[in-house]
């Protein structure tokens, strides 16, 4: 016997059909394999939709919650290129004052975020003090306890008020 071939827009088509005979909810649920919840799903987007309604949808996000509109990024990229020394707390602030209660103002670090994939942004170079650490050379031991170390962790002082050394 071969494999009886079906979409998902015919199973929720078979689901809505079986409604409008008149069976129950719970039994028809239960004969496709899906909650009453799905099931009511399903239901309601037909009554309201029609058979629109039973094809599937888009999980694309409806709206990105970190992106920001066109118009305030290139507002921020526009401020930066003509005031090149200020930084995102400043530009942030000129954009507080400029967008007061019209649109949300994204946070600093996101007004830096938008410099630095715009390439405004210059990296501080990493100093390094005194030069490269080096340490000791390893010790090969050749019996086990013949290695021993220690960590320094300071000087404290005990309940008693002497100092001590750890």
Known sequence: MPWRESSVMEERLRFVARLLEGEGMSDVCRDFGISRKT?????????????????????????????????????????????????????????????????????KSTVHAVLDRHGLVKRARQRRRGGKAEGTPLSQPTRPNELWCADFKGEFKTGDGNTAIR
């Open 39 to 107: 099931g009511y799903k399903i239901y309601d987007r037909y009554k309201e939709e029609g058979l629109d309604a039973l094809c599937d949808r888009s999980r694309r996000p409806v709206r990105y919650a970190n992106q920001l509109p066109d118009q305030i990024e290139r507002l921020i990229v526009e401020t930066k290129r003509d005031k090149p020394h200020w930084g995102a707390r400043k530009i942030r602030e000129l954009l507080v004052r400029r967008l007061a209660g019209d649109v949300r103002i994204p946070a």
